[in-house]
């Protein structure tokens, strides 16, 4: 079951800028803070970035000056503005929503994840 949907991600030279969206597939929930992640082949879910409900973020230090996090107008949406890519940045990068209590940081915090969208950073 996929509750959110992740779009915009594919092939950018380093050096440049995608943008991903992130909207709810259908599920009606009350968000208290929606994330960015990414997972690299053959490493860990790491945390990028992530927006509160009142609008508060924070960023990964990898990312911080490169990527924003923002909201959408709509319900559940949110996007990440990612300049400056580096090819260090290729990974599929996944959008959650957190409805529980739970850490904002780590990937067991969030109750609602998308099947992600493959980012590839070439040199």
């Known amino acids: 079951q996929v509750d959110l949907v992740e779009s915009g991600g594919g092939l950018v030279q380093a050096g440049g800028s995608l943008r991903l969206s992130c909207a709810p597939s259908?599920?009606?929930?009350?968000?208290?803070?929606m994330g960015w992640f990414r997972q690299a082949p053959g490493k860990e879910r790491e945390f990028l970035a992530r927006?509160?409900?009142?609008?508060?973020?924070t960023y990964a230090d990898s990312v911080k000056g490169r990527f924003t996090i923002s909201r959408g107008d709509a319900l559940n949406t949110v996007y990440l503005q990612m300049n400056g890519l580096e090819t260090e940045d290729t990974a599929v990068y996944y959008c959650a929503a957190r409805s529980v209590a739970g850490d904002d940081f780590r990937p067991n915090g969030y109750n609602y994840w998308g099947q992600g969208t493959q980012v590839t950073v070439s040199s």
């Open positions: 927006i509160t409900w009142r609008g508060a973020t």
């Open positions: 259908g599920r009606t929930f009350s968000a208290y803070a």
